[in-house]
């Protein structure tokens, strides 16, 4: 007799930009935890590699509700740890005309949930559609009507035009630049 197989669901965030050391110190805090317990304690981690970790978190429990029809709150995180990805090498100028190499590290972090052992209600399958259900057709599209023609503007009287011009304001002449005179009478003296 075999032993019933349980569900487990995986998710992974490749080439995190943060250092495996770094990201190692956070994985261990939510191993082994519900899910709620882990979003808890992670929303209260002050590390920056916490958010990563708590979107990944995020992403497996979606794929446990949509994949495996899973309850999210009633999952655990059975394993959780993070491997080394690849380092990108940047060079920084020193003294005397040298340099030295920054490493700029990455991480592979990996989650893995199962159901917790209390709960074993998974959510209902929905039925799948009948095939004599049709979906309903789009409308047609509107055809583009042609651009309207702008209106001519009105003739107007001669006296019309003088007092629309007597009330917009008269533009001001540019301002001419001070100029300040040597004073050449008082060095004389």
Not at 77 to 95: F, H, L, S
Not at 132 to 149: G, H, I, L, V
Not at 150 to 177: C, G, I, L
């Amino acid at each position: 007799m075999s032993a019933p197989e349980t569900q487990e669901v995986r998710a992974s965030a490749k080439w995190v930009r943060i250092s495996p050391r770094k990201a190692r110190l956070v994985v261990e805090h939510i191993r082994g935890r519900s899910v709620p317990e882990a979003r808890t304690v992670l929303a209260f981690t002050p590390r920056a590699a916490a958010r990563d970790v708590e979107k990944l978190l995020r992403s497996a429990v979606a794929n446990a509700e949509a994949n495996h029809n899973l309850i999210g709150d009633e999952l655990r995180v059975k394993t959780a740890y993070v491997d080394e990805g690849p380092t990108i090498k940047r060079w920084r100028p020193r003294a005397r005309g040298r340099s030295s190499r920054i490493r700029k590290r990455t991480c592979h972090i990996t989650l893995t949930l199962v159901p917790d052992e209390t709960a074993t209600v998974t959510r209902a399958v929905a039925a799948p559609a009948t095939p004599t259900e049709e979906k309903p057709k789009r409308a047609p599209r509107r055809k583009a009507a042609a651009p309207k023609a702008k209106p001519e503007p009105k003739q107007q009287s001669v006296a019309k035009k003088d007092e629309a011009a007597a009330d917009k304001p008269k533009p001001r002449a540019a301002a001419k630049p001070k100029t300040t005179r040597k004073k050449t009478e008082e060095k004389d003296s």
